[in-house]
C-alpha cells in the first residue's frame, strides 16, 4: 500500500508551504522593523474602536498581513451585526 | 573605453557568493571581454584560491589604494584566459583599511581598463560591504532556498533599494536548488523565492558536488564543459552580457528511470 501511495499520490506539500507562510510573515515584520507582539496590540485597538460604532462577531473577526511585490498590507475583516446609535 | 562595475553580495556567508564571482568572472571573460576580479574581503582572501592564482599574489588592493604599487602591478593574470586578471584583497589588513570614495576612485580606473569589474563583497551588511558596493552600478544578489539566507538576501535588497541612485539594477542567483526536494516538496521552489523576494531573476545554479572538485583544484566549473553548475554559471554571464537565455530545465536534472516510469503513472507527481 505504501508503494501505491508513493506511486500515485501527490506528497503533500506541508513542509514547503510552511517555509514559504513563516519566510513570508517573518519578512514582512523585518521590513516594517515590526516587534512580534506589536501586531496584536493594534488588533485589540481595532477591536475596541469599531466596537463603538458597531456589535461585530468576533468570532469571525479576521486580521491578515499580505504581500504586494516588497510592501505589506494589513488585511482587516470585521463582520458587523449591528449598529450601536 | 567605460566597463561595468558589477557587485555579487549575498548578506549571507557560506551561500557560494565567492564561488559565484570566481565562475561568473570566467564565463564571462570566456565570451571574450576583458574582466577584473576584485576580491574585496579584506583579512579573509579566498578569490584568490578558487581562481588558483594563490602563488602568484605579489601587491594586493590595499597596496593600491596606500599608493605601495600601480594598479596594474597589483593585478593578477588568468592562468588559462589573457583577458582575465585578479585584484587580490589583503590578508593582513581588515576592512577599515579602505573607505567607500578610495573604493569609488578605484573602480572608476578599473572601469577605464576592462569591460566588466566583478567584485566580490564581504558577508555582513557592514562597513565591508558598504565598501563593496560603494563603486557598483549594478549588484548580482546570491541566495540559497533556505530560510536563514533568503532573510539576509531580503535585507540586502533593501539596503540596495535605498541606493536606487547608483545602483541601477541588481538580480538574483539562486544557488544549491535541489531539485528533487523542490519536487518533492521539501524546500521553496525558485518562483516561491522569488515571490516572497520581488527580485528579477538572473539565474538558477543546481546543487553540484562538482564545485568543491573544481575548488579544490583551483579551476572555475565554468571553464570546464559538461557540468551542469558550470553551465548555468555560463548562462549568467550571457544574460549579464544582456543574451536572452531561457532557464535550463532543472526537472531534466532528475531523469533517472525510476522517475521517468513515476512520471508515466502520475504526471502530476512529475
Request: include cysteine; proline fraction near 3%; hydrophobic fraction near 45%.
Given at each position: 500500500?505504501q508503494v501505491l501511495n508513493w506511486f500515485f499520490q501527490r506528497k503533500n506539500e506541508s513542509v514547503r508551504t510552511k517555509a514559504k507562510d513563516r519566510m513570508r510573515l517573518m519578512l514582512i515584520h523585518d521590513r516594517l522593523e515590526l516587534p512580534a507582539d506589536r501586531l496584536s496590540s493594534l488588533e485589540e485597538e481595532l477591536i475596541a474602536v469599531v466596537s463603538r460604532y458597531f456589535d461585530i462577531d468576533r468570532e469571525t473577526t479576521r486580521f491578515d498581513l499580505q504581500q504586494y511585490e516588497r510592501r505589506a498590507a494589513l488585511?482587516?475583516?470585521?463582520?458587523?451585526?449591528?449598529?450601536?446609535? | 573605453?567605460?566597463?561595468?562595475?558589477?557587485?555579487?553580495?549575498?548578506?549571507?556567508?557560506?551561500?557560494?557568493?565567492?564561488?559565484?564571482?570566481?565562475?561568473?568572472?570566467?564565463?564571462?571573460?570566456?565570451?571574450?571581454?576583458?574582466?577584473?576580479?576584485?576580491?574585496?574581503?579584506?583579512?579573509?582572501?579566498?578569490?584568490?584560491?578558487?581562481?588558483?592564482?594563490?602563488?602568484?599574489?605579489?601587491?594586493?588592493?590595499?597596496?593600491?589604494?596606500?599608493?605601495?604599487?600601480?594598479?596594474?602591478?597589483?593585478?593578477?593574470?588568468?592562468?588559462?584566459?589573457?583577458?582575465?586578471?585578479?585584484?587580490?584583497?589583503?590578508?593582513?589588513?581588515?576592512?577599515?583599511?579602505?573607505?567607500?570614495?578610495?573604493?569609488?576612485?578605484?573602480?572608476?580606473?578599473?572601469?577605464?581598463?576592462?569591460?566588466?569589474?566583478?567584485?566580490?563583497?564581504?558577508?555582513?551588511?557592514?562597513?565591508?560591504?558598504?565598501?563593496?558596493?560603494?563603486?557598483?552600478?549594478?549588484?548580482?544578489?546570491?541566495?540559497?532556498?533556505?530560510?536563514?539566507?533568503?532573510?539576509?538576501?531580503?535585507?540586502?535588497?533593501?539596503?540596495?533599494?535605498?541606493?536606487?541612485?547608483?545602483?541601477?539594477?541588481?538580480?538574483?542567483?539562486?544557488?544549491?536548488?535541489?531539485?528533487?526536494?523542490?519536487?518533492?516538496?521539501?524546500?521553496?521552489?525558485?518562483?516561491?523565492?522569488?515571490?516572497?523576494?520581488?527580485?528579477?531573476?538572473?539565474?538558477?545554479?543546481?546543487?553540484?558536488?562538482?564545485?568543491?572538485?573544481?575548488?579544490?583544484?583551483?579551476?572555475?566549473?565554468?571553464?570546464?564543459?559538461?557540468?551542469?553548475?558550470?553551465?548555468?554559471?555560463?548562462?549568467?554571464?550571457?544574460?549579464?552580457?544582456?543574451?536572452?537565455?531561457?532557464?535550463?530545465?532543472?526537472?531534466?536534472?532528475?531523469?533517472?528511470?525510476?522517475?521517468?516510469?513515476?512520471?508515466?503513472?502520475?504526471?502530476?507527481?512529475?
Amino acid at each position: 500500500m505504501q508503494v501505491l501511495n508513493w506511486f500515485f499520490q501527490r506528497k503533500n506539500e506541508s513542509v514547503r508551504t510552511k517555509a514559504k507562510d513563516r519566510m513570508r510573515l517573518m519578512l514582512i515584520h523585518d521590513r516594517l522593523e515590526l516587534p512580534a507582539d506589536r501586531l496584536s496590540s493594534l488588533e485589540e485597538e481595532l477591536i475596541a474602536v469599531v466596537s463603538r460604532y458597531f456589535d461585530i462577531d468576533r468570532e469571525t473577526t479576521r486580521f491578515d498581513l499580505q504581500q504586494y511585490e516588497r510592501r505589506a498590507a494589513l488585511i482587516a475583516n470585521f463582520p458587523l451585526l449591528r449598529s450601536k446609535c | 573605453m567605460s566597463g561595468r562595475v558589477i557587485v555579487i553580495t549575498s548578506g549571507k556567508g557560506g551561500v557560494g557568493k565567492t564561488t559565484a564571482s570566481a565562475n561568473i568572472g570566467v564565463a564571462l571573460a570566456q565570451t571574450g571581454v576583458s574582466v577584473a576580479m576584485v576580491d574585496m574581503d579584506i583579512g579573509l582572501r579566498n578569490l584568490d584560491i578558487l581562481m588558483g592564482l594563490e602563488n602568484r599574489v605579489v601587491y594586493n588592493l590595499v597596496d593600491v589604494i596606500e599608493e605601495r604599487c600601480k594598479l596594474r602591478q597589483a593585478l593578477v593574470k588568468d592562468k588559462r584566459l589573457p583577458n582575465l586578471c585578479l585584484l587580490p584583497a589583503a590578508q593582513t589588513r581588515d576592512k577599515t583599511a579602505v573607505n567607500a570614495d578610495q573604493m569609488k576612485t578605484l573602480c572608476n580606473e578599473l572601469k577605464t581598463l576592462f569591460d566588466y569589474v566583478i567584485v566580490d563583497s564581504p558577508a555582513g551588511i557592514e562597513s565591508g560591504f558598504q565598501n563593496a558596493v560603494a563603486g557598483a552600478e549594478e549588484a548580482v544578489v546570491i541566495t540559497t532556498p533556505e530560510m536563514s539566507a533568503v532573510r539576509d538576501a531580503d535585507r540586502i535588497i533593501g539596503l540596495l533599494e535605498a541606493r536606487k541612485d547608483e545602483i541601477s539594477q541588481y538580480r538574483l542567483v539562486l544557488n544549491r536548488i535541489r531539485p528533487s526536494m523542490v519536487k518533492t516538496n521539501d524546500m521553496m521552489s525558485v518562483d516561491d523565492v522569488l515571490e516572497i523576494l520581488s527580485i528579477k531573476l538572473l539565474g538558477v545554479v543546481p546543487e553540484d558536488e562538482g564545485i568543491i572538485v573544481s575548488t579544490n583544484k583551483g579551476e572555475p566549473i565554468a571553464g570546464t564543459d559538461n557540468t551542469r553548475s558550470g553551465l548555468a554559471f555560463r548562462n549568467i554571464a550571457r544574460r549579464l552580457r544582456g543574451e536572452d537565455v531561457p532557464l535550463m530545465d532543472l526537472d531534466e536534472l532528475n531523469q533517472g528511470w525510476l522517475n521517468k516510469v513515476v512520471k508515466f503513472f502520475n504526471p502530476a507527481r512529475a
